[in-house]
């Protein structure tokens, strides 16, 4: 069973370009979120979204972009990557926020990102 | 707003010492506990949570951890660490008016020395 499957593992990008972190879950979890980690500063919430359609954001959503067309994908979209974008991006599922929950978020591996 | 803190950024054991690790948060109303660990280059792993009930929980790996509502605390406790317990750990508080969106600390990484 893959789990959380997040691409790429690595990416370099150059100020101003865009680019997409795909993240897509096989356990029919309807909660999807990412989140940034940063050294020192733990696990920040950029989006996250409650089933297929419904998008928010969270703690640090600026420069970033995220739908969810399908409960499987929830790609996460930088518009214009800038230096302060640097970080190691999770992506993270679970199941529904209305049900008698566990709460247990499960990740995916990360991906590194460096913006030069 | 909630809120963790983890005051130790880093801690060095030796094997076979006990550890504890400790979490304050700050959450209004009953919070959800829980302490995830991230070993060097990949995801986090559910160790163990705290939803109610019995305020020891146990956790995978031979780790514990007992809920302080009086001091708002969740420490993590392990009687013997083992080299491969070396990682980075990480205390996270949610609820269920704030639903799956956990709020984590800043970490901190052990060191295990043989």
């Known amino acids: 069973n893959a789990g959380v499957t997040q691409t790429p593992k690595f990416q370099v990008l150059k100020t101003g370009q865009s680019m997409t972190l795909q993240c897509a879950q096989d356990m029919n979890h309807e909660y999807m979120s990412w989140y940034r980690q940063d050294p020192g500063m733990g696990l920040r919430l950029i989006h996250y979204?409650?089933?297929?359609?419904?998008?928010d954001q969270g703690e640090v959503p600026n420069g970033y972009n995220v739908s969810r067309s399908t409960t499987e994908d929830f790609p996460l979209r930088l518009l214009s990557a800038a230096p302060s974008q640097t970080s190691v991006y999770f992506c993270a599922s679970s199941y529904s926020l209305w049900e008698t929950n566990t709460g247990e978020l499960f990740f995916g591996e990360g991906s590194r990102l460096t913006v030069l | 707003a909630q809120s963790v803190t983890q005051p130790d950024i880093h801690i060095t054991v030796s094997e076979g010492a006990s550890l504890e690790l400790r979490c304050n948060y700050s959450y209004g109303a009953t919070p959800y506990l829980f302490w995830y660990v991230q070993s060097p280059g990949q995801g986090l792993q559910l160790l163990l949570k705290y939803f109610s009930g019995d305020t020891l929980v146990q956790g995978i790996k031979g780790f514990e951890a007992e809920f302080k509502r009086s001091q708002s605390s969740f420490n993590l406790r392990k009687p013997s660490v083992h080299w491969s317990d070396a990682a980075e750990y990480f205390c996270?508080?949610?609820?269920?008016?704030?639903?799956?969106?956990?709020?984590f600390g800043a970490g901190t990484i052990l060191r295990v020395k043989s």
């Open positions: 996270a508080v949610g609820g269920n008016g704030y639903g799956n969106k956990l709020v």
């Open positions: 979204s409650v089933g297929a359609g419904i998008t």
